[in-house]
């Protein structure tokens, strides 16, 4: 079975622009969170999409959003880039949401905003 | 909020050390316990995870932890580690309410040498 695969890898934009990050889970998995990840503030949540609804939300602005397909695959998007937005985006799929599902993390799609 | 906090940055032990890494969270509810090892260049993988029973649990690669909920802890340990467990640990938490988030620490990068 195929991982979860993260569009693009790399990605270099300037502020003021946006970005849009895709993600595919693994096949049968219907719910896929997403996660930033710095060296300073660590792993910190952003969302979780489970049948093209969004199920919680983390404490970010509401530049960064995001949408799932009936594919079950999801996409982000931040707009207005700004300097501290660059990091590592981080998508996991499970099965089902909720914790009790084992999550599978991608690479992930590193964001370097000039 | 939930935080969860690992006091140990960066580990540095030879082969065939005993390894602890601590983890502390900050919820008093009922919280699933996670830890996660990210080896270089590779994905976010789960070692093991509590939710509930015994609260000395074991994963992956002879690593186990234990639950001590008074401690609100749940430290990570390996009695004879190896060169290939270099990697960046992390342990992280879900309140079951809250579907699949999970709040993480900020991680603990173990160098092994030989």
């Known amino acids: 079975k195929a991982g979860v695969t993260q569009t693009p890898r790399y990605l270099i934009k300037t502020r003021g622009q946006q970005v849009t990050l895709s993600c595919s889970p693994i096949?049968?998995?219907?719910?896929v969170s997403w996660y930033q990840q710095t060296p300073g503030q660590g792993l910190q949540f952003l969302f979780e999409y489970f049948s093209e609804t969004q199920r919680n939300k983390g404490n970010f602005p509401g530049r960064f959003s995001g949408r799932q397909f009936s594919n079950s695959r999801s996409e982000m998007n931040v707009s207005t880039l700004e300097l501290g937005d660059s990091a590592l985006y981080l998508c996991a799929s499970s099965q089902d949401s909720g914790s009790y599902n084992e999550q599978f993390f991608g690479p992930g799609t590193r964001l370097t905003v000039l | 909020a939930q935080s969860v906090s690992q006091h140990n940055h960066h580990v540095i032990l030879s082969e065939a050390a005993s390894l602890e890494l601590g983890c502390n969270y900050s919820y008093g509810g009922t919280v699933n316990l996670f830890w996660y090892v990210q080896y270089p260049g590779q994905h976010l993988q789960l070692l093991l995870k509590y939710f509930s029973g015994d609260p000395l649990v074991k994963g992956i690669k002879g690593f186990e932890a234990e639950f001590i909920k008074s401690k609100f802890s749940f430290n990570l340990r390996k009695p004879s580690v190896q060169w290939s467990d270099t990697a960046e640990y992390f342990c992280?938490?879900?309140?079951?309410?809250?579907?699949?988030?999970?709040?993480f620490g900020t991680g603990t990068r173990l160098q092994v040498t030989l």
């Open positions: 992280a938490v879900n309140d079951p309410g809250t579907a699949s988030k999970l709040t």
């Open positions: 096949s049968g998995h219907r719910s």
